[in-house]
């Protein structure tokens, strides 16, 4: 008798205890500990706190080694803890421009009003692999610890101050901000969901556009006007309290760009804006977002959309890697019902022309 | 008549049925607009569950807002609840929720299912959780959401009328593969999911209620129970629910939905897609031979 193959719970069960053994590797190789992961893969770990969309140092470095080191598959993790989690309320705006800077610079300026300060950035470092681990170094006194933490204002806000860039609308304190966690996106999207969206977007994807749109896919080339890395204060409102206290501090990094695009609408024409934020030293990524998040509003300011970038729909739908892998592996779950039915159209589609053919005959 | 479930349970470091309770609100309000307004695509939002998005995951959202202690689960995948994407989904609601699961389609309250409706006739108060992958049944003649939720609100189902056209011109074929669109209490256009045309049928005047969740389109829609469902097809062109010619090798049927299957030898032949309605008959069969 015909019998048809399928695989339950035992198969499930081997194919987890596989996995563990795949994922601890050999046995007399030590094994890695959380602490080595947040301390020593950290830009892993950034990377997977923004895709897990979620700041905690200690969950990413347990999913990635969970993940066996997979970005996609540790940001999914992040994501599915995160889902279970109560949202205890809102923070107040964070203020970036209070950021204890670690690294800022600004490209557009010889000289910029605050400094310009390297940080720790593998921009200048020839990319040489070496077999033997750097560990021969000397620590730095940190020149920080002497002078203090140091903060400065935002360049982009002296250039819309001086009429060059495009001014923001004030931050109005009451102002409703979309939650992508509690509200659906549906298009159009307002910047407040896109740059949500943008901010847990599959970083590679993000980078692909925004190189899509320097390559000529679209007029969104841009200058950068500032980027920064740094500790951010969360300040949360306590109701109890009736006053807002600092319950945290978050890294971040910052990027504003600016574009020559003029803004059309307005009275006086100035540079339009773009903007990006990301958790951790995720300066790449910020610089992807901001040039992302400006070709995105060509609603807003009354320009064709003609390009993959510009197309919010597109890259919203598209930019997600955690749901992007997920409809790209489902092609593995069986499938025989739907190839049935099409297999026998097919051949019903097959069987009506050949009659035809003989009938003409 | 949805028990509310809140506070930890003790065999699950998890909320009961996984999501937390606003999540579960929010995912209820969209199913009773769902319901009220048939076949309209209500949007959702986000919430990841532990299988990939594509996997089930709208489906896995409804189940987890409405199960409740005294709900009985059946998870079936292509029909089949030995399927190992239906093992998965089964195990996850075992592990985080005290309801019964089952293989028995009488039995169940509520059947998640992914690419198939059960053979056996369902009835009053059964709740079907389709898996939807794409909510949209003219996304591939359309791309935009914007313009494809504006020719839903004037009803202006054109261009699924001329692809039909298209395709009975080119191919003398009025459609009926799988996830054909129907027409919902004769006002808005669904995709049913990709279940096989044969099982269309079972969508019209059925005494269960049918939800449908899209996790990553983050859609959710209704089929309120004993509502009108047209399949899409011109008068003089009916719909045609096409079916393999067969017998199943196990239970004898040949009016159930077969599967294709064929051993080492090469051997080919058919079973029941329906596992659950495939051991029904063979049971029945057995006693009824016993005595």
Same mark, same amino acid.
């Given at each position: 008798?015909?019998?048809?193959?399928?695989?339950?719970?035992?198969?499930?069960?081997?194919?987890?205890?596989?996995?563990?053994?795949?994922?601890?590797?050999?046995?007399?190789?030590?094994?890695?500990?959380?602490?080595?992961?947040?301390?020593?893969?950290?830009?892993?770990?950034?990377?997977?706190?923004?895709?897990?969309?979620?700041?905690?140092?200690?969950?990413?470095?347990?999913?990635?080694?969970?993940?066996?080191?997979?970005?996609?598959?540790?940001?999914?993790?992040?994501?599915?803890?995160?889902?279970?989690?109560?949202?205890?309320?809102?923070?107040?705006?964070?203020?970036?421009?209070?950021?204890?800077? &670690?690294?800022?610079?600004?490209?557009?300026?010889?000289?910029?009003?605050?400094?310009?300060?390297?940080?720790?950035?593998?921009?200048?470092?020839?990319?040489?692999?070496?077999?033997?681990?750097?560990?021969?170094?000397?620590?730095?006194?940190?020149?920080?610890?002497?002078?203090?933490?140091?903060?400065?204002?935002?360049?982009?806000?002296?250039?819309?101050?001086?009429?060059?860039?495009?001014?923001?609308?004030?931050?109005?304190?009451?102002?409703?901000?979309?939650?992508?966690?509690?509200?659906?996106?549906?298009?159009?999207?307002?910047?407040?969901?896109?740059?949500?969206?943008?901010?847990?977007?599959?970083?590679?994807?993000?980078?692909?556009?925004?190189?899509?749109?320097?390559?000529?896919? !679209?007029?969104?080339?841009?200058?950068?006007?500032?980027?920064?890395?740094?500790?951010?204060?969360?300040?949360?409102?306590?109701?109890?309290?009736?006053?807002?206290?600092?319950?945290?501090?978050? $890294?971040?990094?910052?990027?504003?760009?600016?574009?020559?695009?003029?803004?059309?609408?307005?009275?006086?024409?100035?540079?339009?804006? !773009?903007?990006?934020?990301?958790?951790?030293?995720? &300066?790449?990524?910020?610089?992807?977002?901001?040039?992302?998040?400006?070709?995105?509003?060509?609603?807003?300011?009354?320009?064709?959309?003609?390009?993959?970038?510009?197309?919010?729909?597109?890259?919203?739908?598209?930019?997600?890697?955690?749901?992007?892998?997920?409809?790209?592996?489902?092609?593995?779950?069986?499938?025989?019902?739907?190839?049935?039915?099409?297999?026998?159209?097919?051949?019903?589609?097959?069987?009506?022309?050949?009659?035809?053919?003989?009938?003409?005959? | 008549?949805?028990?509310?479930?809140?506070?930890?349970?003790?065999?699950?470091?998890?909320?009961?049925?996984?999501?937390?309770?606003? $999540?579960?609100?929010?995912?209820?309000?969209?199913?009773?607009?769902?319901?009220?307004?048939?076949?309209?695509?209500?949007?959702?939002?986000?919430? &990841?569950?532990?299988?990939?998005?594509?996997?089930?995951?709208?489906?896995?959202?409804?189940?987890?807002?409405?199960?409740?202690?005294?709900?009985?689960?059946?998870?079936?995948?292509?029909?089949?609840?030995?399927?190992?994407?239906?093992?998965?989904?089964?195990?996850?609601?075992?592990?985080?929720?005290?309801?019964?699961?089952?293989?028995?389609?009488?039995?169940?309250?509520?059947?998640?299912?992914?690419?198939?409706?059960?053979?056996?006739?369902?009835?009053?108060?059964?709740?079907?959780?389709?898996?939807?992958?794409?909510? &949209?049944?003219?996304?591939?003649?359309?791309?935009?959401?914007?313009?494809?939720?504006?020719?839903?609100?004037?009803?202006?189902?054109?261009?699924?009328?001329?692809?039909?056209?298209?395709?009975?011109?080119?191919?003398?074929?009025?459609?009926?593969?799988?996830?054909?669109?129907?027409?919902?209490?004769?006002?808005?256009?669904?995709?049913?999911?990709?279940?096989?045309?044969?099982?269309?049928?079972?969508?019209?005047?059925?005494?269960?209620?049918?939800?449908?969740?899209?996790?990553?389109?983050?859609?959710?829609?209704?089929?309120?129970?004993?509502?009108?469902?047209?399949?899409?097809?011109?008068?003089?062109?009916?719909?045609?629910?096409?079916?393999?010619?067969?017998?199943?090798?196990?239970?004898?049927?040949?009016?159930?939905?077969?599967?294709?299957?064929?051993?080492?030898?090469?051997?080919?032949?058919?079973?029941?897609?329906?596992?659950?309605?495939?051991?029904?008959?063979?049971?029945?069969?057995?006693?009824?031979? !016993?005595?």
């Amino acid at each position: 008798m015909l019998v048809a193959i399928r695989g339950g719970e035992q198969a499930i069960e081997n194919a987890e205890r596989l996995l563990a053994e795949r994922r601890r590797g050999d046995p007399a190789i030590p094994e890695l500990s959380i602490e080595q992961i947040g301390e020593q893969l950290s830009l892993a770990v950034d990377r997977a706190m923004n895709e897990g969309a979620i700041y905690d140092r200690h969950a990413a470095s347990l999913a990635l080694k969970q993940a066996q080191g997979d970005a996609v598959e540790a940001a999914f993790l992040l994501r599915t803890f995160r889902a279970t989690l109560p949202r205890a309320g809102y923070s107040e705006p964070l203020d970036t421009a209070s950021m204890q800077i &670690e690294r800022r610079i600004s490209p557009i300026l010889k000289q910029a009003p605050g400094g310009q300060f390297l940080g720790a950035t593998y921009d200048y470092i020839h990319r040489l692999l070496e077999e033997k681990s750097p560990d021969g170094f000397e620590p730095l006194i940190s020149s920080r610890a002497e002078s203090g933490p140091i903060s400065a204002p935002h360049v982009a806000d002296q250039l819309a101050c001086d009429g060059i860039a495009e001014r923001l609308p004030s931050a109005e304190p009451k102002t409703h901000v979309s939650d992508i966690t509690r509200d659906p996106v549906m298009h159009p999207a307002n910047r407040d969901l896109r740059l949500q969206s943008l901010a847990k977007a599959d970083e590679g994807f993000l980078a692909g556009l925004a190189n899509s749109t320097l390559q000529g896919y !679209g007029q969104n080339f841009p200058l950068v006007t500032e980027i920064r890395v740094g500790d951010v204060a969360v300040d949360f409102k306590i109701p109890e309290l009736g006053f807002a206290v600092t319950i945290g501090y978050v $890294t971040l990094s910052e990027c504003e760009i600016l574009n020559k695009r003029l803004d059309a609408q307005s009275a006086e024409p100035r540079f339009t804006r !773009g903007y990006g934020l990301a958790f951790g030293c995720s &300066e790449r990524r910020a610089m992807a977002i901001a040039v992302n998040d400006r070709a995105l509003r060509g609603r807003e300011l009354d320009e064709a959309v003609q390009c993959p970038i510009e197309d919010e729909q597109f890259v919203l739908s598209n930019a997600d890697g955690v749901e992007a892998a997920g409809l790209l592996q489902s092609l593995k779950l069986p499938h025989y019902v739907s190839f049935q039915a099409e297999l026998k159209r097919l051949r019903d589609i097959q069987a009506a022309l050949t009659q035809r053919g003989e009938d003409a005959l | 008549m949805i028990p509310s479930d809140a506070g930890l349970h003790e065999r699950s470091p998890y909320n009961f049925g996984y999501l937390n309770e606003v $999540t579960k609100r929010m995912l209820r309000r969209a199913i009773l607009k769902a319901v009220s307004i048939p076949g309209f695509q209500v949007p959702i939002a986000g919430h &990841e569950m532990p299988l990939p998005p594509g996997w089930g995951t709208g489906g896995m959202q409804i189940t987890a807002a409405l199960i409740g202690r005294s709900d009985i689960l059946k998870v079936i995948d292509q029909g089949a609840d030995d399927s190992i994407n239906a093992t998965s989904i089964r195990r996850f609601f075992a592990r985080v929720s005290d309801s019964r699961t089952t293989i028995s389609t009488r039995e169940a309250t509520i059947i998640q299912t992914r690419h198939r409706i059960p053979e056996e006739q369902l009835s009053n108060g059964q709740i079907i959780v389709l898996q939807v992958p794409l909510p &949209e049944p003219m996304r591939s003649l359309e791309p935009s959401e914007t313009v494809t939720r504006r020719l839903h609100a004037f009803q202006d189902y054109g261009m699924l009328y001329v692809r039909l056209y298209e395709d009975i011109v080119r191919f003398g074929d009025a459609g009926g593969g799988t996830n054909h669109p129907v027409l919902v209490n004769g006002r808005y256009f669904v995709a049913p999911s990709p279940i096989p045309a044969f099982d269309n049928h079972k969508l019209d005047r059925s005494p269960a209620l049918m939800l449908f969740g899209a996790g990553r389109h983050r859609r959710v829609y209704a089929i309120p129970p004993y509502t009108t469902v047209e399949n899409l097809s011109f008068d003089d062109r009916p719909f045609v629910a096409r079916k393999v010619e067969g017998r199943c090798s196990l239970c004898g049927s040949s009016e159930s939905y077969l599967d294709a299957i064929s051993d080492d030898a090469g051997m080919r032949g058919f079973v029941c897609s329906d596992t659950s309605f495939c051991a029904t008959r063979r049971d029945r069969e057995r006693m009824g031979g !016993g005595s």
